[in-house]
């Protein structure tokens, strides 16, 4: 029986360092770590190795349970993995331990507030965002494709295949250019 570390942060830019000396100081044999976002469990190989490590009697550790999962789907789909494997869960700043009835249901409860904070964030980003283009501030990305570039190479009598070998683009980004809506 071991305890087994999961530490997460969202950017390459954070620091892992809290998550990590809290999962040794709570006692895990192993800890293993990424910086990837947490709104989905596809991506994230660090976890798929713990999950798949993990054996009858061992316990998951993580910091709070929205480095684990930030949907409610996803909690409960590795929740019930390691149920089902006879793993318990546990948090070191929350009062999660999954091997009891307590435990469990605030579990669940933690996990709605996180797919929460993720719904109302993106909510408050796309405001920002609309906020931003009302007034002129925001332009997205900008071009990296030069129209005259392709128009030139077009009145070469290149093709689009051509053009887009040619400046190292996807062919459907010549198409765009050349016949605007």
């Given at each position: 029986?071991?305890?087994?570390?999961?530490?997460?942060?969202s950017s390459a830019g954070q620091d892992l360092d809290i998550q990590?000396?809290?999962?040794?100081?709570?006692?895990?044999?192993?800890?293993?770590?990424?910086?990837?976002?947490?709104?989905?469990?596809?991506?994230?190989?660090?976890?798929?190795?713990?999950?798949?490590?993990?054996?009858?009697?061992?316990?998951?550790?993580?910091?709070?349970?929205?480095?684990?999962?930030?949907?409610?789907?996803?909690?409960?789909?590795?929740?019930?993995?390691?149920?089902?494997?006879?793993?318990?869960?546990?948090?070191?700043?929350?009062?999660?331990?999954?091997?009891?009835?307590?435990?469990?249901?605030?579990?669940?409860?933690?996990?709605?507030?996180?797919?929460?904070?993720?719904?109302?964030?993106?909510?408050?980003?796309?405001?920002?965002i609309a906020a931003a283009k009302k007034a002129g501030v925001y332009?997205?990305?900008?071009?990296?494709?030069?129209?005259?570039?392709?128009?030139?190479?077009?009145?070469?009598?290149?093709?689009?295949?051509?053009?887009?070998?040619?400046?190292?683009?996807?062919?459907?980004?010549?198409?765009?250019?050349?016949?605007?809506?």
């Open positions: 029986m071991s305890n087994v570390g999961y530490a997460r942060v990590l000396a809290a999962l040794k100081a709570a006692g895990c044999d192993v800890i293993r770590s990424e910086k990837v976002s947490g709104t989905s469990t596809e991506g994230r190989a660090e976890l798929q190795t713990v999950l798949a490590f993990l054996r009858r009697g061992d316990t998951l550790m993580v910091t709070k349970i929205d480095r684990l999962a930030r949907s409610i789907a996803d909690l409960s789909n590795i929740a019930r993995e390691l149920n089902s494997k006879g793993v318990a869960l546990k948090a070191t700043d929350q009062p999660i331990d999954t091997s009891s009835a307590a435990g469990k249901a605030f579990l669940g409860m933690l996990g709605v507030f996180a797919e929460f904070e993720t719904n109302i964030r993106r909510e408050r980003q796309l405001e920002g332009k997205g990305r900008p071009a990296t494709i030069r129209a005259e570039d392709i128009a030139k190479l077009k009145a070469d009598g290149l093709g689009a295949s051509e053009i887009a070998k040619r400046l190292k683009i996807g062919r459907a980004s010549v198409y765009r250019v050349l016949s605007p809506a």
